[in-house]
């Protein structure tokens, strides 16, 4: 049901770096995984600024970090899965506010779906461990669409999925990727400026808003 009212109607959010802080999971996953072919552990300030395009993408950064056969990609691979999969809810938190916003659009009758590039094995225990599952309609992981962002694939999925147009349809996210997937879906985007996106500022890549704190949607979405 639309609401005439309000600019939106559905909200995708990116998950790591925008929901959740995962970053100190993902690099002892990282870590462990070289440990395990052989190489030097990268430092989790830098391991921060590979994330955001996925598994693949994530090992292949760390390997060429090493100076490491790009051809051990293949090998890497279910190392890192059984690494990440064993630590993937050790300390694991939600960035303030976000608890708060999701539980407020979900009594306000928005729809809410995650739309990430980690692969989708990792999303539902996450979001089972966090308790707020029940908050979204729909979650896409990056093997759900035959594509992951920067294309607007996903998010175009996402919308058809739920029967919601991309002009009233709203994403979340805190990396390029984001706002580039959906600027090509027709769909505004807020940057948020405390995650990952390769260490480079949010407000670079454009979004139609730049918030500094989740809890800023509250004055967008009312």
């Not at 959740?20 to 052989?38: F, M, P, R, Y």
């Not at 979650?139 to 694939?153: Q, T």
């Amino acid at each position: 049901m639309s609401h005439p009212e309000r600019a939106f109607d559905l909200v995708l959010f990116d998950l790591d770096g925008t929901l959740i802080d995962s970053a100190a999971q993902l690099a002892q996953a990282v870590n462990l995984t070289l440990t395990d072919l052989g190489l030097a552990h990268a430092d989790e300030a830098v391991i921060r600024t590979w994330v955001g395009n996925g598994a693949d993408k994530l090992i292949q950064r760390a390997l060429a970090y090493r100076e490491a056969d790009p051809e051990l990609l293949t090998n890497a691979r279910p190392i890192f899965f059984q690494h990440y999969n064993a630590c993937l809810l050790q300390g694991l938190a939600m960035y303030d506010g976000v608890v708060h916003s999701l539980r407020r659009l979900q009594t306000l009758g928005y729809k809410q779906a995650i739309v990430t590039n980690k692969p989708s094995d990792f999303v539902a225990p996450i979001l089972d461990a966090l308790g707020i599952s029940d908050c979204f309609a729909l979650w896409l992981g990056g093997n759900c669409v035959p594509v992951k962002k920067p294309s607007p694939e996903p998010l175009l999925h996402a919308c058809q999925t739920l029967g919601v147009s991309p002009a009233r349809t709203l994403m979340v996210g805190d990396s390029e990727n984001d706002v580039l997937a959906a600027k090509a879906a027709g769909i505004k985007v807020v940057g948020l400026t405390y995650g990952y996106n390769y260490g480079r500022p949010i407000a670079d890549s454009q979004p139609d808003w730049v918030f500094e704190h989740f809890s800023q949607l509250d004055t967008l979405l009312n």
